[in-house]
């Protein structure tokens, strides 16, 4: 059975990289897209969202914010702006610059310093979401 060669890289380091990988489903600017082996060559950019690589029964989760990705038949290469996995995410960091951000927001301010402001609460507010709800599909259910 095909399978995909993966790379997931920043500017400063490689964050995940792969073989013999499923599947591969990342928040394109279209919206979210499913790369399986064998996939049309294309070149596409990335929204912040999450960004997931399943391989057999494991799937590994990962935050991204921006950039690119090629895809060709048998490999996926990621250039993201940022990327996180999930357990890299510090939750109390991510809540403060969430708290801050919406502090310099509710101030005002000139219309630079609030689209900083806005899109530094939207990159916290998207960490804190994939977190919990990776986190939350982890735990065991009550059915007592």
Known sequence: MATLSVEIVTNERIVF????V???????????????????????????????VKKGNTEQSMVVFGGFMEVMPDKVIVLADVAEKIEEIDLQRAEEARRRAEEAI???????DLAAA???????????????????????????
């Open 106 to 112: 509710s101030k005002g301010g000139d219309r630079t």
């Open 17 to 20: 990289s792969e073989t013999d």
């Open 22 to 52: 499923d599947l591969v489903s990342a928040p394109g600017s279209e919206g979210m897209m499913g790369i399986l082996p064998t996939h049309a060559p294309l070149v596409t950019t990335l929204s912040a969202g999450e960004l997931r």
């Open 118 to 144: 806005q899109a530094r609460l939207s990159r916290a507010q998207v960490r804190l979401k994939i977190s919990d709800r990776r986190r939350s599909s982890r735990r065991p259910s009550d059915l007592s």
